[in-house]
């Protein structure tokens, strides 16, 4: 039987950080956000600083504006939040 990698092991906080950053994991499973999410996804899951991470997420409120600057998907999460906050401008 396959052994699962470490990485693969550990926890990933990918949809808790998307929930306090207002990011709605349905609407990034568009065709066109899919690869983006996927890229933010394992970047998560092989992250170095989850401890961090956990702590971070632990210590602040449900909503935040932006995702911590150690965070290594960091600039996806900027752009999937972004992106949302323009689109509910539109509608």
Known sequence: MPSLKKSERQPTFIYEMMQRLGIEPGEVMLPRLGLVYMTA????????????CRKWLDSMPCSVANAPNFCPSEDILFELAASRRVRQRTC
């Open 41 to 52: 996804f394992y970047r998560c899951q092989s992250c170095q600083v989850k401890e961090a």
